[in-house]
């Protein structure tokens, strides 16, 4: 197959309204370049060689066991002259090939590598293996050319099989996963290599083998290392979550169960999907597009919502696991650019441009409205590295000021006397006495190839693939030969479906004919970072009041709050599944102080959310303990701010369950006599939480349980909220009040039907009841997940916020957000990420219902026998355990 997915061979170029730069301009920015490398890279040679990285602060080299320890990062430490190894072929990209050729020589003379150290498999394959490689193909390619490296032999190829040899018994496993951590001088195994005793290791360590490995087999004529990185590609393959075509964090090597069930496209994970993708561009194997084809899907389906990359559960993927991004995942765009999904990757970047903007350098994790959560910055290079690949794939002139904003912020805040030190804290601008060897590998590098014309490159990139590491391994080792010497895991071969390719590359002419269309995309995003945290002193008009209405004071079925919500631009939208979007448009508004106002509702009613969610409580169960169930089916339940609260009780409260009359429980009970001493059933909506609890307490009952009205709704696609009280004081509530969505109320409902008599523990989580042996066998499965508040992004021009018109108010920090209220409330808002696209973001589990029976199992839960049921709970049950142990 040609290769022609390669899209950085993208027909047709995108143009911004802005001005293009000027050729001078360029060629000051690519000169600029030229200088910051050398300074850096000079004074890594004059005050760190030989060690393996720079500390810039004290203008010394950083050697392992002389400095005090940095834990896992100290792994990419091998006293292999680290930095030199790493910036070989980078090098050759700036023109320097008398450097070069010096640089070449000093590693062949200098550097040893059976050092008698344990390192880290994943990082000396990126950096060691692959820049030895690197800096074969551009030493070969410089003595094809006839004027330099005439007497090189193929040294360096050399070397790179030699520690080829030296990674290989990490992949001694059953799995063919590779152990974490190697000895380069002993191997894995035995009392002197101080490793081998590791179990996890984490998904990208894993996955990120096959482009050094395949290239080396290739170069070398020996396939032992390119079936080692396959065996390993395949078992992650086959140990993905079936249902969402997701890979976890963290995995066990030896028996190939999942540690860390969470999924994104950042730490941990990154580079596995970035390698399956260039798998195919290097090699030709159709197989590798297919299988990231199949994940890609799922990620945008899942983890994307521009412009947001979120992590979520593998087992429940409508639902976030954390609410920070690592800036790991800057690198998506640029493979997105790769994969010819242009739109996504355009909003997303200006998401991590604007983040930049705002904190100089992207934090090493921030939250999703923008705020940090880790504030330091390693000089990572990966905004650098998607912001040249939409530059190239576009053509568009604004990515050339993205690359100068880079350029600026290194000089201003990073460049030091002795080179270029890696951020303590971005809000402080305070440094850290670090340059890892990633800077000179692959920052300078893209920024080179950013301001660069053709002319000014040695070579044709395009005939080059770059590696995670940035390092260049030529499109031409597809055609060398290879076979296979070790065993798959495949247990039979996978048929290719045609359904998984795209064999075209897009025309971005033909995508984006308005040349105005990536500014569109591109401006709701900046004023929604611009907006956020710290965020302006709301506008005062002159003789103005307070604003006409607060957030807190809001409630959804109230005629005059809905006019001034008009008035202000802000307009409800009824969605499918019941609740109601609220979008506002400035330019909708009766003037620009009410459309002003309308901005200060919007951001008034993310703060109460942000406040709310701070005071949520922690989801509770609903357990069936009666015959036949045993306890052996737990339902998540959401908790109530009112009542007893069951995280106090020991025992929980416990009790046979009946369905009040009237079942909305808004008027007197007229069931009383049965009602009384039970745990009375509810539906949702039509009135107050509250008046509900006040009702079925009144008539005598011990608890309650209020199941959700809206068909297909569940706690598998979104998230808990807590409900909230009518304003009033609700002292007067003493007995337990829970809340179960639609799917998990149907199994209550219908194990109810079936047996007529059916017991249920309320409780913080599932209990052993310890009665019997049958009981005793499941009764350890315990319910205890964490429900995440979400913070998705707001909009300019356009804020949106979700109310669901059955449930009490509670609304996130941005402009979208889910608030639910009972009717006749205040609004009790539940945030829940939403894609940011077009006028009205609809929600992924709306979007994406009739496709739940895939994932989910059957959503319709009333027409499931009892052991159905059973069986569609059973993973979902042992999911939450590992969740509890994750602490997701």
């Not at 808002?829 to 059957?858: F, M, V, W």
Request: glycine share 6%.
């Amino acid at each position: 197959m040609a290769l022609v997915l390669f899209l950085l061979m993208l027909a047709g170029v995108l143009c911004s309204l802005g001005q293009a730069m000027s050729q001078e301009e360029k060629l000051r920015l690519r000169n600029q370049v030229v200088e910051m490398f050398d300074h850096a890279y000079q004074n890594y040679m004059d005050h760190a060689y030989p060690a393996d990285e720079l500390m810039p602060l004290t203008c010394r080299g950083r050697v392992r066991g002389l400095e005090p320890s940095r834990g896992d990062v100290d792994d990419a430490l091998g006293k292999f002259s680290l930095t030199l190894i790493d910036t070989l072929d980078t090098l050759v990209l700036l023109n320097k090939t008398t450097e070069f050729e010096a640089a070449v020589r000093r590693v062949l003379s200098d550097v040893r590598l059976d050092n008698d150290i344990v390192v880290s498999v994943f990082e000396t394959n990126i950096r060691v293996l692959g820049g030895l490689l690197g800096g074969h193909s551009m030493a070969v390619m410089l003595k094809e050319r006839g004027q330099h490296m005439q007497w090189y032999q193929d040294e360096l190829l050399h070397m790179a099989k030699d520690l080829g040899l030296r990674l290989l018994p990490a992949f001694n496993t059953s799995s063919g996963l590779p152990y974490p951590r190697v000895n380069l001088k002993y191997g894995v195994r035995g009392p002197e290599t101080r490793t081998g005793t590791e179990t996890d290791t984490c998904t990208a360590c894993a996955g990120t083998i096959i482009l050094e490995f395949a290239a080396l087999s290739r170069f070398i004529g020996d396939p032992v290392f390119e079936a080692h990185a396959r065996r390993a590609l395949d078992f992650l393959w086959e140990k993905r979550q079936r249902n969402s075509n997701l890979v976890g964090t963290t995995i066990n090597i030896h028996s190939g169960e999942w540690v860390r069930r969470d999924s994104g496209v950042g730490a941990g994970i990154d580079s596995y999907y970035e390698y399956l993708l260039k798998a195919y561009v290097l090699l030709g194997d159709d197989l590798f597009l297919q299988r990231f084809n199949v994940h890609y899907a799922s990620i945008m389906k899942y983890i994307s919502q521009p412009p947001l990359l979120l992590h979520v559960h593998i087992h429940k993927p409508f639902l976030p696991a954390r609410t920070w991004m690592d800036s790991l995942l800057a690198f998506f765009p640029g493979l997105q650019v790769l994969k010819g999904d242009i739109r996504p990757a355009i909003e997303t970047h200006e998401m991590l441009y604007q983040v930049t903007k705002k904190h100089n350098f992207l934090p090493e994790a921030f939250t999703t409205d923008f705020r940090v959560h880790w504030a330091q910055h390693p000089l990572r290079p990966e905004f650098a590295e998607s912001t040249y690949f939409l530059y190239k794939a576009t053509g568009d002139p604004y990515y050339l000021e993205a690359g100068r904003t880079i350029l600026d912020n290194l000089n201003r805040f990073a460049r030091v006397p002795c080179g270029f030190a890696a951020m303590k804290d971005v809000r402080t601008g305070s440094h850290e006495d670090r340059m890892d060897s990633f800077f000179l590998a692959e920052m300078f590098k893209y920024l080179f190839l950013l301001f660069a014309e053709a002319d000014d490159l040695p070579f044709d990139v395009e005939d080059y693939i770059f590696t995670t590491e940035a390092h260049l391994l030529p499109l031409s080792l597809s055609r060398a030969p290879h076979s296979s010497s070790v065993p798959s895991n495949k247990t039979s071969e996978e048929e290719l479906d045609d359904s998984n390719f795209d064999w075209t590359c897009p025309n971005t002419r033909l995508l984006f004919p308005d040349p105005a269309f990536p500014r569109n995309l591109r401006e709701p995003i900046r004023s929604a970072v611009d907006k956020s945290c710290p965020r302006p002193a709301p506008y005062k008009e002159p003789g103005m009041g307070r604003l006409p209405l607060r957030a807190q004071d809001f409630m959804a079925n109230n005629p005059e709050h809905l006019e001034l919500l008009r008035r202000m631009g802000v307009s409800l939208i009824h969605l499918k599944d019941g609740r109601v979007q609220l979008v506002q448009h400035a330019t909708q508004a009766m003037s620009a102080v009410a459309a002003e106002d309308g901005v200060r509702f919007m951001q008034e009613m993310m703060e109460l959310s942000n406040q709310q969610q701070k005071e949520q409580l922690p989801p509770r169960a609903v357990q069936i303990i009666s015959h036949p169930f045993f306890g052996r089916v737990v339902l998540t339940a959401g908790p109530a701010q009112f009542g007893t609260d069951l995280s106090k009780s020991t025992t929980g409260v416990r009790g046979f369950v009946t369905a009040a009359e009237p079942y909305s429980g808004c008027n007197e009970i007229t069931n009383a006599e049965y009602v009384q001493g039970h745990i009375a059933l509810l539906q949702r909506g039509q009135c107050m939480f509250a008046e509900k609890a006040r009702h079925i307490q009144k008539a005598g009952a011990i608890g309650g349980i209020v199941i959700d009205d809206n068909e297909g709704s569940s706690s598998d696609t979104a998230p808990l909220f807590q409900m909230a009280g009518d304003g009033r004081n609700t002292d007067d509530i003493t007995i337990p009040l829970l809340f179960l969505f639609h799917k998990e109320g149907s199994i209550l409902l219908e194990a109810l039907k079936e047996y007529r008599e059916v017991e249920v523990l309320l409780s913080d989580k599932a209990r052993d009841r310890g009665v019997d042996v049958q009981e005793a066998e499941v009764g350890c499965l315990t319910e205890a997940t964490t429900p995440t508040s979400f913070e998705p992004v707001a909009q300019s021009k356009m804020s949106t916020a979700m109310l669901d018109e059955s449930l009490p108010e509670e609304v996130t920090p941005s402009q979208q957000a889910v608030i639910s209220a009972d009717e006749g409330s205040s609004t009790e808002q539940e945030a829940i990420p939403t894609k940011a696209e077009a006028d009205l973001p609809q929600p992924k589990q709306d979007k994406d219902s009739e496709s739940r029976e895939e994932s989910q199992g059957n959503t319709d839960s009333s027409s499931q026998s009892v052991d159905e049921l059973l069986a569609d709970w059973r993973e979902d049950l042992e999911a939450f355990q590992k969740m509890e142990e994750d602490e997701l």
